[in-house]
């Protein structure tokens, strides 16, 4: 077969053929410059952890939070590019090839907007707490009575469960995007000359490549995790966020140049409108879209759906486990507040790498193959030699990134929230440490479980965010802005959310075919715009019921978890017994409606700062014009209402 591809061919003398896409073939699918630039990151990465092994090896409290001691800007750059993961950048790529600038409403349902609320008022509230993980948050709000207890475990069940998720969810995508990149022919060939056990073992890992690529990719961040703790994270990361942001530049303007505007003019989404358009339309044709994305039909509920989700997901604080701990881990509330300004700039290239990785796979790969392995095969087709070994070096960052961070914040909760309880060792206890260790493996093991079961990112995603997510936004609100909320009413409004979630699956597959009125009710209750409200409203009124039918949470707990984090909201009895300390919550700074203000302009900058470089990747001068002066009014805006006020706010 001949190959069809901008380079023609012209790289290598044949073409292959990976899941219906056609791309040229390398005699090792990556050239020596490829391979010295992987070499050389992971030489790096792998030094780091080394190097910061001692320091991180000190105590629990330097081993998960860096002994609170890293700079907000190095925090905020480890927080935001852990979010820049290989997984999620292929599944943003492929809603930007199916519906255009329309895919941003759907980046809703995950808090894209967060970084928003954490500036505002959240990141500093969380700083405020001053404890380890999210978990142990809750004996603050609820104390350490039975109810607190209670509370703390369902929350660590939850953020466990979750982030074995995630893991499991990374580990099909990079399992996907490394195998593009073996010659596995190449490789049985080459094994075959060494004798029969090698050709063995060589036809093996063909057969499985998706898998041993993942576990391969695992092993070796897996080793950097257990080594550095949160040092080695933090320290990696500010490596990755500088060679994530020469790939996202590179790709934009590779793009940006081979893309012309007649060319994008002529790309239509699903929906058959402008490629531009940010407006959403209520329902799509299901045969525009391929079998997995058809649950995207009623696009317009969709959307109300996903807005909604994401406005409760961003009330409710850090909503992604990982994101407290970098909260938690800030010098003070007002670096956490800081923290929070930087975390959507590091972002914004990914944006612009996403579009321009989209308008090449519309240019030349428009309708071959699986649109969620667009991505991979359009930089082994347009990229050349040595760019891109840069291009996925910095790719395999984003996912060590979002790897490294989920695995520590899964291992912290499993030491500080379930092991340490029952053994009683003091912080300083190095055992707690070989603990972690001992943590780190068992949620990489079990996420690779998971990630072995996995199907497509969607459904994947989707039941993640909108059903399992569904379960904890409530409470995670009402803890934050409704002081009679006790520790029984959070533990019974998650719990009874997390098994309505769990339901929703094996309620289709438990339904018999014979009985078809039964199989559509149940189909029809996993559909996301369903799943949602259904979840959402189960979980409430576990929360209302365990909360009304048990004594409220203590005074004295209460008091002293006002003054300490001095939230906005319904706490009038509490403020009243805080009378003598009410003035701080009246500080610059402190109240609700500057709070919200802010939010709502932040989110406006932050949505500026995103569509600007994306709108210009595709030839929109105008649109990304326009965009980017929205985005600077908003900056100088917030420098009067929210930066200026930051410091006053803690005095």
């Known amino acids: 077969m001949a190959c069809d591809y901008p380079c023609g061919g012209a790289l290598a003398g044949r073409a292959a053929c990976f899941n219906g896409f056609m791309f040229c073939e390398f005699p090792w699918a990556m050239n020596i410059l490829d391979l010295a630039a992987l070499v050389f990151y992971f030489a790096i990465v792998l030094g780091a952890g080394v190097w910061y092994r001692r320091r ?27 979010t820049f993961d290989i997984t999620g950048t292929m599944w943003i790529v492929t809603l930007i090839t199916l519906f255009g600038m329309k895919s ?19 990141g500093k509230w969380v700083r405020r707490s001053g404890v380890m993980t999210g978990a142990e ?51 049985v060939r080459s094994a075959a000359s060494v004798g029969p056990t090698a050709e063995a073992m060589a036809r093996f890992c063909a057969d499985h490549r998706v898998e041993v690529c993942a576990v391969t990719i695992f092993a070796l961040t897996t080793l950097y995790v ?25 790709i934009a303007v590779i793009a940006y140049r081979h893309v012309t505007p007649e060319t994008v003019a002529a790309m239509r989404p699903a929906d058959g409108t402008s490629l531009a358009s940010l407006m959403p339309c209520w329902r799509l044709a299901s045969s525009s879209l391929p079998v997995d994305y058809a649950v995207y039909e009623f696009f317009g509920a969709l959307v109300i759906m996903w807005v909604v989700k994401g406005l409760l997901l961003n009330l409710g604080g850090p909503g992604q486990m990982t994101d407290f701990q970098a909260f938690l881990a800030a010098r003070s509330p007002q670096d956490a507040s800081k923290l929070g300004a930087a975390w959507s700039v590091f972002l914004v290239v990914r944006w612009a790498m996403c ?14 193959g699986d649109a969620e392995q ?43 929230d379930l092991w340490q309880p029952l053994v009683r060792w003091d912080d300083q206890d190095r055992r707690l440490v070989w603990a972690g260790y001992g943590a780190t493996v068992a949620v990489v093991a079990a996420g690779m479980a998971i990630g072995l079961n996995a199907s497509s990112i969607r459904q994947v995603w989707d039941w993640v965010m909108m059903a399992v997510g569904a379960a904890f936004v409530v409470p995670n609100v009402l803890r934050w802005y409704w002081w009679r909320l006790n520790g029984w009413g959070y533990a019974a409004g998650t719990v009874v959310g ?53 004594k409220p949470t203590d005074e004295v707990t209460l008091a002293r978890f006002f003054r300490t984090v001095r939230p906005f909201g319904l706490w009038k009895p509490i403020r009243r017994v805080c009378a003598s300390d009410a003035d701080q919550a009246s500080r610059p700074g402190e109240g609700a409606a500057l709070a919200l203000f802010n939010v709502a302009v932040a989110s406006t900058a932050i949505i500026g700062a995103y569509l600007a470089p994306m709108y210009l990747v595709g030839h929109w001068h105008h649109h990304a014009a326009t965009w980017c002066a929205v985005a600077l009014v908003s900056a100088a805006v917030l420098y009067v209402t929210w930066y200026r006020n930051l410091a006053r706010s803690e005095r």
Request: net charge positive; proline share 4%.
């Open 56 to 82: 991180a090896a000190r105590n629990v409290e330097a081993y998960f939070l860096g002994g609170r001691s890293l700079h907000w800007l190095g925090l905020a750059m480890s927080g935001s590019v852990a």
């Open 104 to 122: 941003m409403w759907n980046h809703w349902m995950w808090g894209f907007l967060m970084a928003a609320f954490f500036m505002s008022y959240m």
């Open 137 to 187: 948050w809750m004996i603050t709000r609820f104390g350490d009575r039975r109810d607190g207890c209670v509370a703390r475990l369902a929350y660590t069940l939850l953020a466990v469960v979750m982030l074995t998720g995630f893991i499991g969810y990374a580990f099909q995508g990079i399992g996907k995007f490394g195998a593009v990149y073996v010659n596995w022919s190449e490789l």
């Open 226 to 250: 257990l080594l550095g703790g949160l040092y080695g994270v933090v320290v990696t990361n500010v490596i990755q966020t500088l060679v994530l942001t020469a790939a996202g530049v590179m």
């Open 355 to 368: 579009m321009g990785i989209a308008l090449l796979a519309l240019s030349g790969l428009a309708g071959r």
């Open 374 to 416: 667009a991505m991979p095969v359009v930089l082994q087709a347009f990229l050349p030699p040595g760019v891109r070994g840069l291009v996925i070096a910095g790719l395999l960052a984003a996912f060590m990134s979002t790897f490294s961070a989920t695995v520590n914040a899964a291992a912290s909760y499993l030491v500080r």
């Open 498 to 550: 997390m098994a309505a979630a769990l339901a929703l699956p094996v309620s289709l597959k438990l339904t018999p075919p014979s009985v078809p009125w039964l199989v559509q009710w149940a189909s029809t209750l996993n559909l996301p715009y369903v799943a949602f409200p259904v979840v959402s409203l189960l979980s409430a009124i576990g929360c209302l019921v365990g909360t009304w039918t048990t």
